[in-house]
C-alpha cells in the first residue's frame, strides 16, 4: 500500500487516495473506511482484488492489471432516492475518458442501470453502496468502478487491445477523479437534469425494445427513457408507461 500523494503526479485537491497493488475489494475497504469515519474524498484503487463484487450479488473477477476504484463521498443533503443519481453521473465520467483513449470509430455506449460498452462489449461497471440515516439521507456513499484496463472475460472489452495509449492505472485513476470532481460539482450545482440528458444521449437502445427481467419473470418493453432518480421508463407491451428502479430490473 503507499499514498498516491507521495507519487510523481499529482490528484486532484480535496482526494486522498491509496494504493493497494492487491485487495480484497476496494468497496468493502471503502464503506469499512466510512464506518470508521474517513473523510469524503478518500479513494481506494488497487490493481487486483480477490473478493471483488458486481451488481445483484454478482462476482466481479479482478485479475491483476485493471482498475478497481472506490470514492468515499459524504454529500450534503443527499436523500437515498436521488443516490442512483451518482452512478449516472460517474458513467458520463467514464465514457468521457474511455473517448480520451478510443479512435472516433468506436462506440461508447451506456448501458442502464450503469455498464458502460464499447461496440457492445462491457468494458466498465460500476457498484454504488450508501448508508442511510434515520432521516433518509446519506451518512456517505461510496462508488465502485472497474474497468478492463488489461483484462477481459470473453464478450467483454479490453482497453489495452482498443486503445493505442498506454492505459497506466494510476494516470487513468487520477484522471477519473478529476473528471467525477467536476461530475460532483455539476449535479451539486445545477442538479441532475444536465447529466441525465448526456446519459440519455449515449443510451444503449433507447427508443428500442428490451427484454426485462422483472420479479414476476421475463417481460418485454420498449426503452423511453430515465426519470429524475435515474429508474427506467419503458411502455409494456400494451402500451402502457411504467417506471422502475434500478435494481429491480436488468437487460
Ligand atoms: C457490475 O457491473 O456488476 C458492477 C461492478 C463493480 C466492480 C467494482 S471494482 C471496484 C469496486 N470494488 C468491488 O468489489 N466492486 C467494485
Redesign the pocket.
Known sequence: MHNSQNADFKWPDHYQAIFHETIT????VAKDMAVKGAASGTIIYAAQ?T??????G?Q?I?PSGNL???LLLRPADLHAKDAGQYSFMAAVALRKLLSEYLDSKYDIQLKWP??ILIDHQKIS???LEAETKSDGFLEWLVI???VNLKHAPDHAANLSKLSPKNSDIHGFAKALTGLLHTGIEHIQKDGFEAISQEWLSHAYRLGQEIKLRLPTGEGKGIFKGINENGALIYTNEAGEEKILSSGEVFF
Open positions: 475489494s476496494t468497496n468493502d482484488q473478493k471483488g463484487r458486481g451488481r445483484l454478482n466481479w479482478s478497481y476504484y472506490s450503469n455498464d461497471g460500476i457498484l465502485g468502478i472497474g
